[in-house]
């Protein structure tokens, strides 16, 4: 093969390459995806959205750490958690915080102290003037009023939020643990 012929070649291939890179980063950019160095999403070390530069995870409000470690204990018979004041709970099928929380799930329950001990992320059960019973939700907005701090609750499998605001007195319980 002659060079003229083979630097032709190489040359073609290269173009090739330098135009498919250009149509990807045009393409990223027209979708909206960030590199996770700017903006309010990141790409989450060892999730598979790391490997496609086209997908990106923005993080959401999760609940606090409310066991240390130093507070479990496991061994080969039992497990033993060092809650205080800790309760027992178990829940209705209503699907509305599935797939975290389903029939058959249990919980260990804390009541909170005061309006700081409930943030945005955590999952509470409370009551509510538009239902019967206890409700069982994520707090996904807290914020203040003429009447002081109120929460806005929302079921992670629903597509709106609760209707009103929830003020600290009907807020029973903190989830702390779930046990499937």
């Known amino acids: 093969m002659r060079i003229g012929t083979l630097f032709g070649i190489m040359l073609i291939f290269a173009l090739g ?10 393409t ?11 903006g309010d999403s990141t790409l989450i070390p060892g999730d598979l959205s790391a490997y496609n530069p086209f997908v990106s995870v923005t993080a959401k409000e999760s609940p606090r750490d409310r066991v240390p470690e ?7 018979d039992r497990v033993v958690l060092d809650l205080q004041d800790a309760q027992w709970a178990t829940f209705t099928d209503t699907h509305s915080m599935e797939p975290v929380i389903f029939a058959g799930a249990n919980a260990l329950e ?21 239902a019967n019973g206890s409700i069982i939700h994520r707090v996904v907005y807290k ?3 003429e009447n002081g701090t109120y929460f806005v609750m929302k079921g992670d499998n629903l597509p709106t939020s609760d209707p009103g605001r929830v003020r600290f007195s009907q807020i029973q ?7 499937y």
């Open 28 to 38: 990223a950019q027209s979708s909206g995806w960030q590199d996770g160095t700017s």
């Open 143 to 145: 914020g203040q009023d």
């Open 17 to 26: 390459i330098a135009a498919g890179l250009f149509i990807a980063s045009r």
């Open 70 to 76: 130093s507070a479990i204990a496991v061994y080969k």
């Open 173 to 179: 319980r903190v989830v702390v643990g779930l046990i």
């Open 110 to 130: 804390v009541t909170p102290k005061s309006v700081d001990d409930i943030k945005v992320g955590d999952i509470v059960s409370y009551r509510s003037e538009y």
